[in-house]
């Protein structure tokens, strides 16, 4: 939630012609972020969240990215992005980590119903 709200800080530095365009972008994949990782917790399973930490993983590079692009395209002053990219690098890793507990998926060992393994031998 803390990158969403910095990048609507940013958002608000940014030209006014910039509104319904890169603006725009930016505040939707920010926002995405913690709204993937919401809808995925309320998922039944442990694979539908981890696909949606996934796509939150996406909409975190996606913004990091308008961010750079805004700084390249001289919107916004690298200093003033400092906070969200810090902020950005810190989510990052922690939805790695999440990401790669939910997608180890435990193999099952085979189970043998119980009184058949007697018979067989």
């Known amino acids: 939630m803390d990158f969403a709200a910095e990048c609507y ?13 890169l603006t725009s972008q930016l505040l939707r994949a920010a926002a995405s972020v913690p709204a993937n990782i919401a809808e995925g917790w309320m998922k039944a399973t442990r694979k539908h969240y981890a696909r949606f930490v996934s796509i939150a993983r996406g909409s975190l590079a996606e913004a990091e990215t308008f961010l750079l692009l805004a700084a390249r395209a001289e919107l916004l002053c690298q200093h003033d992005l400092e906070p969200a990219m810090i902020i950005g690098d810190k989510l990052g890793r922690q939805l790695n980590v999440l990401w ?22």
């Open 9 to 21: 800080r940013l958002a608000k530095l940014m030209p006014k012609a910039e509104g319904f365009r």
């Open 100 to 121: 790669n507990q939910l997608a180890r998926i435990p193999n099952p060992q085979p189970q043998t119903p119980i009184g058949t393994a007697d018979a067989e031998h």
